[in-house]
């Protein structure tokens, strides 16, 4: 027994970082490489949702945290769906982790204007 629940405890340890409490955000669906250059918000919404339509690497603002999205391991038709998206307010579900710098990334499972 005490085996088994060190060994489960050294396999969460090295997977990395645990999973964040809470699963839903609501916030501002960013292109990182505009955002990165100050570009956000409705009038910048038709050119976000074009870069993040060609594959740019997407966030979501929340209040003033930056959440990175997990393209590649999300839903395809949320992801879809945020493409659409660019610089308006979505509601995100999915699960987040934070890495040791602080960087929260989320694999998204579903997601909607708001």
Same mark, same amino acid.
């Given at each position: +027994?005490?085996?088994?629940?060190?060994?489960?405890?050294?396999?969460?340890?090295?997977?990395?970082?645990?999973?964040?409490?809470?699963? =839903?955000?609501?916030?501002?669906?960013? /292109?990182?490489? $505009?955002?990165?250059?100050?570009?956000?918000?409705?009038?910048?919404?038709? $050119?976000?949702?074009? $870069?993040?339509? #060609?594959?740019?690497?997407?966030?979501?603002?929340?209040? /003033? /945290?930056?959440?990175?999205? #997990?393209?590649?391991?999300? #839903?395809?038709?949320?992801?879809?769906?945020?493409? *659409?998206? *660019?610089?308006?307010?979505?509601?995100?579900?999915?699960?987040? +982790?934070?890495? /040791? #710098?602080?960087?929260?990334?989320? =694999?998204?499972?579903?997601?909607?204007?708001?």
């Amino acid at each position: +027994m005490k085996k088994a629940l060190f060994a489960a405890l050294a396999v969460a340890l090295m997977l990395g970082a645990p999973a964040l409490a809470g699963d =839903t955000w609501t916030g501002e669906v960013l /292109d990182m490489v $505009c955002f990165g250059n100050g570009q956000k918000g409705a009038g910048h919404a038709s $050119c976000a949702a074009k $870069c993040l339509g #060609d594959g740019n690497e997407m966030g979501l603002l929340v209040g /003033d /945290d930056v959440v990175k999205i #997990d393209r590649a391991a999300s #839903d395809a038709g949320a992801i879809k769906t945020l493409e *659409g998206l *660019g610089g308006k307010n979505a509601k995100v579900t999915g699960k987040a +982790m934070k890495a /040791d #710098d602080g960087t929260v990334t989320v =694999t998204v499972s579903a997601a909607e204007a708001a």
